[in-house]
């Protein structure tokens, strides 16, 4: 096993929670929580520096019940979140020799561990070191944190399908965690694109360099504008919804080519059935010692 670069703590700080809620409702700041033991094998100890706190955490922390919790990891008491950026701090015996302790990695714990409660939201956790990577040199360790989840959600959009330089692609909610990263990939393979936002966010989703912004709360009905303005040769071969908007899929003919794909990545059905986290408790200060902002990452301090 590599050598302890620094003194490890016994106990440290933790976001909690041991029973099912919003997480106003039943995270607790436990300062306490024992810190996990050295790592075995090819498993990484890492300092979390930020988290980045993601909508899916509320459906686990709403639905999961505390007992499978207790039967998945023996302890009641759970951990929330599972996307990171922090610092090696040991390495298992058998880690690969580029993540040596001091080395900046990011992440996103197994779902089981997720499940079990075993979560990110504290300042030292286990991770697979097949389950991260190195932190890029041009890149920040709060960049690097909501990368994992929202991130690789949109890469996994483009998957399916092959968006080359000139295809006209429409990224439907495009200001958010899944839709900033969307644009940017879209761009980034020489698309045409065309991103629907609320004019709030028109000045965020221009400076990614699309090619045009379409309010779509001031334009009622959607499709119907769509279908006006993309309809025939305008049409669209590619449309990318983070949204779910059923009537974009609906009327798609009017603005999609005949061959073209329309891909979706919402959740929001889940969501539905599970308590609302109100907008004002999303993207807030965590709590004493902590700053967290939805896929932008939490700091322990
Ligand atoms: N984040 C993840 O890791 C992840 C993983 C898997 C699946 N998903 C799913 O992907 C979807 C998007 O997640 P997210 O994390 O990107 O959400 P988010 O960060 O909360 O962003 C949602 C965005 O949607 C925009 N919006 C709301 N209603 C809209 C509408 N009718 N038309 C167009 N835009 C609208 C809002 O933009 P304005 O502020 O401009 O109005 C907001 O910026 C969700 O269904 C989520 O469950 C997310």
């Not at 006209?168 to 899944?178: A, D, E, M, P, Y």
């Not at 001031?218 to 990318?240: E, T, W």
């Not at 004002?280 to 301090?301: I, K, L, V, Y």
Request: charged residues 15%; hydrophobic residues 35%.
């Amino acid at each position: 096993m590599s050598k302890d670069p620094t003194p490890q703590p016994h106990t440290m700080r933790a976001w909690t929670f041991s029973c099912r809620g919003l997480p106003k409702d039943v995270l607790k700041l436990d300062y306490t929580h024992p810190v996990p033991p050295p790592p075995t094998k090819g498993d990484l100890l890492i300092r979390v520096s930020y988290v980045g706190l993601n909508p899916g955490c509320v459906i686990n922390m709403s639905f999961i019940p505390p007992f499978l919790r207790r039967f998945l990891s023996g302890n009641p008491t759970a951990i929330p979140e599972g996307e990171f950026a922090g610092v090696v701090h040991l390495a298992g015996p058998s880690a690969p020799p580029n993540f040596s302790p001091g080395t900046r990695v990011f992440g996103n714990i197994p779902m089981m561990r997720l499940i079990a409660g075993l979560g990110t939201l504290a300042e030292y956790i286990i991770m697979p070191s097949s389950g991260v990577a190195v932190v890029p040199a041009s890149m920040s360790l709060v960049e690097a944190s909501g990368l994992s989840g929202a991130g690789q959600t949109a890469m996994d959009m483009f998957l399916p399908i092959r968006v080359k330089e000139g295809h006209r692609v429409l990224v439907n909610g495009s200001s958010g965690g899944v839709g900033i990263m969307a644009v940017q990939i879209a761009k980034a393979k020489g698309a045409y694109v065309v991103a629907t936002c609320s004019e709030a966010s028109f000045e965020l989703v221009k400076s990614l360099g699309v090619d045009e912004v379409v309010d779509y709360r001031a334009n009622v009905p959607l499709h119907a504008h769509l279908a006006d303005k993309y309809g025939g040769k305008n049409s669209f071969d590619f449309i990318l919804d983070t949204i779910g908007t059923q009537d974009l899929f609906t009327y798609s003919p009017s603005y999609l080519k005949p061959e073209g794909q329309l891909i979706n990545v919402d959740t929001s059905h889940l969501r539905r059935s599970s308590p609302r986290l109100p907008d004002d408790q999303r993207g807030t200060n965590g709590g004493e010692g902590c700053e967290f902002s939805t896929n932008g990452g939490g700091r322990n301090a």
